[in-house]
């Protein structure tokens, strides 16, 4: 029995200060830890040592000792039924969740995801729908001669058809808009017949100073050759000094006289235009003329730049294929002269960099505007051209020039590719309203100016751009719409291009009709605030006539949408306050008013039998005025057509009524005329090439 207990170790009480010591050794290494020791495994001293850390207790290295008992897991110190019961658990949800995905949720129903959400790609629509992305309008002649107009061009094409239609019963032929000669004044202006000395000779210096103010107070607005104080200061004095000016320099300045002379708001209408084509005609014979002095790139450039502005106002006389073709030529020489490239690479003295950027970004924007006008390409893609923006300067029309080069750039452009592009990228209609969301960055402010030209140009900036890109997009929505009403045979909802359900265009219909009252409206201010100026350049009133177009497009294809009453309201402010006071002005003004007056009156009948069937017609049905309505918005869309131009005149005893102004307007064109007319046959063309 003693033996017995002689061989048990007896245990050691270790006071409070022992307990401490020992505890200190271990941190430092000197002994085991306490849960080695209470298992008898071999330490390697380190803190937390080896053995703890693989049974997963390194926490409690190496003071600390774990509690022996039933269920105790040295691996990680979890309970086994623990992990069990998480487990089990976790196995539960997950078949929940896989039985779950057989089901759809209630608020994941396709047509609830559809709202909010813009449809990458419109649904498919009918061939005669489609063809609305055309190649826009071809002109031939009998001798062949030739003119097109691309998609953005509809404005003209609607024009020279309207021309063609009424030439037999107009028998003053003042304007060749509707030839398909393109450039015929251009041609002429450069190589014409030799001139004598007095067909050169200049103003008195004061007159040439009261024209070139004049010049610089309006016709700076649509192109600035020189700044006010460089022309006055410096250009001008040199046309007076012996031997100081060349010959394309002198024919520059004649063309700032013309157009100082055109403007000139206290010249009345009517002799405005004598005495701006007797200098114009003084320009053309300098620009013939040879002498000592060796004309440079940027006064030739200036004149075909100045030349090509006068040509596109002075429409009695010129036309806008001729201002296209000029100012192309300019452009070209644009390129010869490296002014697309920044002057500043080069080190250039400060204020010839100023001149040479501003007279390449004239050039450039007005280039840009014929062409988008023309539905033609631009002569300088924007990938080969890195000059910068001239300085702005307080004192001129730099801040307008400046915000019409930014428009050009940014809007102008990416419209032209968009739809005039030969090949262009498979685009969605989330791109075209990406676009517009860009555009609509662009508005800044405009500056207050005690001009109104001035005002008035600046604040239709962004409308007319907005109007460029949408209205193609408008013209199929209301076309589509139409049709789709008219097979669907449901009389109870009216068609509304405004209703995103019925149309996938409302946007743009919706963005269109907005500019067009906005356009429509600032162009009527503007001709009551200064009525003679606004009839004397054509492309003042350019945007009015497209806006005039979608109002009464809206008005007689939607009469039962909401916004048709107003649109009929501003059309007739637009034909009666705007067109019908300039029909003696000008062929195109005349033109204009005959189409204008035509759609009105259609809107308004469209509109009275849909307020008196109490809304239950939806369309006309087929007759020919709707054929010949649908017919010229699909035109002014961009569809493809061809017009057969004939030289052949016979004299039309069509009546003709006087107007308040006692012009004469035909009433209706002659029935042979009608019945050559390409209205009817748009279609049948244009489906032939799309086949």
């Not at 990406?434 to 109104?452: C, G």
């Not at 306050?577 to 008013?593: D, E, L, M």
């Amino acid at each position: 029995m003693n033996s017995a207990k002689g061989s048990r170790r007896a245990t050691k009480t270790l006071s409070a200060s022992q307990q401490k010591a020992v505890e200190e050794k271990r941190l430092r290494g000197e002994l085991s830890c306490a849960e080695c020791r209470r298992l008898k495994l071999r330490c390697d001293r380190q803190v937390p040592c080896g053995s703890c850390s693989r049974r997963g207790c390194a926490s409690i290295c190496p003071s600390g000792v774990l509690e022996a008992g039933a269920g105790h897991v040295h691996q990680g110190g979890m309970r086994v039924g623990q992990l069990r019961t998480k487990i089990g658990i976790m196995a539960s949800r997950i078949r929940e969740l896989e039985a779950g995905l057989g089901e759809g949720h209630a608020l994941l129903e396709e047509k609830l995801l559809k709202i909010g959400r813009i449809d990458e790609e419109p649904p498919e629509e009918p061939g005669s729908i489609s063809q609305l992305e055309g190649l826009g309008t071809l002109t031939l002649g009998e001798e062949g001669e030739a003119s097109y107009f691309g998609s953005s061009g509809g404005n003209e094409s609607l024009i020279a058809r309207e021309m063609m239609l009424y030439s037999n019963t107009n028998e003053d032929d003042d304007s060749d808009i509707s030839s398909p000669n393109p450039t015929p004044e251009l041609f002429t202006a450069i190589a014409g017949p030799s001139v004598s000395n007095e067909q050169v000779i200049l103003p008195s210096e004061e007159e040439a100073r009261n024209l070139c103010v004049a010049y610089c107070t309006t016709g700076a607005l649509f192109f600035r050759a020189w700044r006010r104080e460089e022309i006055l200061d410096e250009v001008l004095p040199k046309m007076y000094a012996a031997g100081g000016a060349s010959a394309h320099l002198r024919s520059a300045m004649f063309f700032v006289f013309a157009l100082g002379a055109y403007l000139n708001p206290k010249t009345p209408n009517g002799l405005h235009e004598d005495q701006a084509e007797l200098w114009f005609q003084r320009g053309r014979a300098a620009f013939q003329r040879k002498n000592q002095k060796r004309n440079s790139p940027e006064d030739t450039i200036r004149a075909l730049g100045l030349m090509g502005t006068y040509f596109s106002m002075a429409s009695r006389h010129h036309s806008r294929d001729s201002a296209w073709a000029a100012l192309a030529l300019a452009a070209k020489l644009c390129q010869g002269a490296g002014l697309h490239r920044d002057p500043a690479r080069w080190n250039l003295p400060p204020a010839l960099v100023q001149r040479r950027r501003a007279l390449f970004w004239e050039v450039y924007q007005s280039d840009i505007s014929h062409s988008i006008a023309l539905g033609r390409p631009p002569t300088t893609p924007l990938s080969f051209v890195d000059c910068e923006y001239p300085d702005e300067d307080p004192g001129s029309h730099q801040n307008i020039c400046n915000l019409k080069y930014k428009y050009c750039r940014d809007a102008f452009v990416p419209i032209m590719d968009l739809v005039l592009s030969a090949y262009p990228t498979k685009r969605s209609y989330r791109e075209v309203l990406e676009l517009d969301a860009k555009i609509r960055r662009l508005q800044v402010p405009v500056p207050p100016s005690d001009n109104a030209l001035e005002t008035f140009y600046a604040r239709q900036l962004l409308n007319a751009v907005l109007l460029t890109l949408h209205r193609s997009y408008m013209a199929r929505a209301i076309l589509n719409g139409n049709e789709a009403a008219a097979q669907d045979g449901d009389s109870s909802r009216p068609f509304d291009p405004f209703d995103s359900a019925q149309t996938p265009y409302a946007s743009s219909v919706a963005a269109a009709y907005h500019a067009a009252e906005e356009i429509s409206r600032s162009l009527h201010g503007f001709v009551v605030t200064d009525h003679e100026l606004a009839g004397r350049v054509w492309f003042l009133t350019y945007h009015g006539f497209s806006a005039a177009l979608v109002l009464g497009a809206l008005a007689s294809r939607a009469p039962g949408s909401t916004y048709a009453p107003t649109a009929i309201m501003t059309l007739s402010l637009v034909v009666d306050g705007v067109f019908a006071k300039y029909v003696h002005v000008s062929a195109r003004h005349r033109t204009a008013f005959i189409i204008l007056r035509k759609l009105k009156t259609r809107a308004i009948r469209r509109y009275t039998a849909f307020l008196e069937s109490k809304g239950v017609v939806r369309s006309e049905g087929k007759n020919n005025g709707k054929a010949g309505a649908a017919g010229k918005i699909a035109m002014f869309g961009g569809k493809t057509s061809i017009l057969l131009s004939s030289k052949g005149k016979k004299k039309s005893k069509s009546k003709k009524r006087k107007n308040e102004h006692g012009e004469g307007i035909s009433v209706s064109p002659p029935e042979s005329v009608v019945a050559a007319s390409p209205e009817s046959s748009t279609s049948t063309t244009s489906d032939a090439h799309s086949q």
